[in-house]
């Protein structure tokens, strides 16, 4: 499970040109779901986005990575984006074949959702609308981006160089 999180100022999402979701200050984020994720996946990732120090202290603003989300009263905005975990490393066509199929996705995205609200105030916790075309406004505050997976990017199968192993002293 892979996520592009996002701090702003605010942040919507439209479809067909009509505002179905909004946030004030918090977090934006995109979630893509791989082929092999499951619980496990969503409560890594839900515990490192809610953990996640992305803000200054409230008490002395200068004081940066202090806060999370929680520590703020933030809200989060999520939008499902199977694009992330597009394989893009053969010719100019992605490929998709890593990302969950919909109706499997969308039921995990949900989950999703729901342990970001159990596990801090389900009134806080947006989302767009699953397998839309959506339009999204943002204000990234800093700007402040991180990439997040719940593998540590296995999902990208690198071919081992020989030769770029022998220069690193590597076996």
Not at 81 to 102: C, E, I, V, W, Y
Not at 130 to 148: H, K, Q, R, Y
Request: proline share 4%.
């Amino acid at each position: 499970m892979r996520a592009i999180v996002q701090r702003v100022k605010s942040a919507s999402v439209s479809v067909d040109n009509q505002v179905i979701s909004q946030i004030s200050r918090g977090l934006m984020i995109l979630v893509g779901i791989g082929s092999d994720d499951n619980e496990s996946d969503i409560v890594t990732l839900s515990n490192k986005i809610l953990a996640l120090r992305m803000f200054s202290d409230p008490a002395n603003p200068g004081a940066m990575w202090k806060s999370n989300v929680t520590d703020v009263g933030g809200e989060i905005l999520c939008v499902s984006q199977f694009t992330l975990l597009a394989n893009t490393t053969k010719g100019s066509k992605p490929d998709f074949h890593r990302a969950m199929g919909a109706e499997a996705s969308r039921k995990l995205y949900s989950t999703f959702l729901d342990k970001l609200g159990q596990s801090y105030a389900p009134e806080r916790i947006k989302d767009g609308k699953f397998g839309a075309m959506m339009d999204i406004s943002l204000i990234n505050e800093g700007p402040v981006t991180f990439t997040l997976d719940s593998r540590k990017f296995e999902y990208i199968d690198r071919p081992i160089d020989a030769s770029a192993s022998r220069a690193t002293g590597g076996s």
